[in-house]
Antibody, heavy 119, light 110 residues
C-alpha cells in the first residue's frame, strides 16, 4: 500500500526549531518530487516547499524561505522539513504529499502532523 | 492573499448540482491546463479528485467533473450526496516553480 506517515510535530516556543519527518512506504520516495503543505487550523491549505525527484532543486514559499529547509534520505525512504526561527504564524498541521509528474497533481498525502508555536 | 480565488462557501440539496470556481489573479500561473482539485472532509487529509482540469483518479465518482475557461477553472459536483460535504481546493503550478492553492470552498449539503 502506498502511504506517507508524518511525525515530529510538537509544541515549540517562538524562535525555536523543529524537524518533521515523512516516511514513505509502498513506493520509492526518490522517484518523485515531494512537497510539504501546511494548514492553519480552520484555514486553507498553503504550499510550503518541494524537493525535486533528483534532489537537485528545492523551492520554498516566501513565508518560509530562509527559515525552513527540505531534505530527504533515500536510504530511509523519508522526507524531512527542518524548521528554524519559528513564529506563531507557523502553527499548523503539516502534510507531506507526493507529486504525480504525469498528472501535475498531489496524488498521495500523509495524515499530517501538528506543530504549535507558543510560549 | 491567494493568487487563486474561490468562493468561501456554496450549498446545495441532495441530488442537485453545484459548481465551484477557481479564478487566477496572478501572471505567475503557469498554465490553467494543470489545475487540480482536492476534497477535504472535516478532520481528514486532502484527497485528489481531479487533475489536469477534468481527469479523475481511479475511484473518484464521475459525479465530479471539471472545466476551464480563460483564467477560471471550475469543479462541478452533480447528484449531490451528503458525504460530499467538505472543503474543496484548487491548485496550480506557478512560473516560479512553486505551487499555489485557492483559498478553499466549503460545500454544505442541505
Amino acid at each position: 500500500e502506498v502511504q506517507l506517515v508524518e511525525s515530529g510535530g510538537a509544541v515549540v516556543q517562538p524562535g525555536g526549531s523543529l524537524r518533521l519527518s515523512c516516511a514513505a512506504s509502498g513506493f520509492t520516495l526518490g522517484d518523485y518530487t515531494m512537497h510539504w503543505v501546511r494548514q492553519v487550523p480552520g484555514k486553507g491549505l498553503q504550499w510550503a516547499s518541494l524537493v525535486t525527484w533528483d534532489g537537485f532543486s528545492r523551492y520554498y514559499a516566501d513565508s518560509v524561505k530562509g527559515r525552513f529547509t527540505i531534505s530527504r534520505d533515500s536510504s530511509k525512504n523519508s522526507l524531512y522539513l527542518h524548521m528554524n526561527s519559528l513564529t506563531t504564524d507557523d502553527t499548523a498541521v503539516y502534510y507531506c504529499a507526493r507529486e504525480n509528474a504525469n498528472w501535475d497533481a498531489f496524488d498521495v498525502w500523509g495524515q499530517g502532523t501538528m506543530v504549535t508555536v507558543s510560549s | 492573499q491567494s493568487a487563486l480565488t474561490q468562493p468561501p462557501s456554496v450549498s446545495g440539496s441532495p441530488g442537485q448540482s453545484v459548481t465551484i470556481s477557481c479564478t487566477g489573479t496572478s501572471r505567475d500561473i503557469d498554465s490553467y491546463n494543470r489545475v487540480s482539485w482536492y476534497q477535504q472532509p472535516p478532520g481528514t487529509a486532502p484527497k485528489l479528485i481531479l487533475y489536469e482540469v477534468n481527469n479523475r483518479p481511479s475511484g473518484v465518482p464521475d459525479r465530479f467533473s471539471g472545466s476551464k475557461s480563460g483564467n477560471t477553472a471550475s469543479l462541478t459536483i452533480s447528484g449531490l450526496q451528503v458525504e460530499d460535504e467538505a472543503d474543496y481546493y484548487c491548485t496550480l503550478y506557478t512560473t516560479r516553480s512553486t505551487w499555489v492553492f485557492g483559498g478553499g470552498t466549503h460545500l454544505t449539503v442541505l
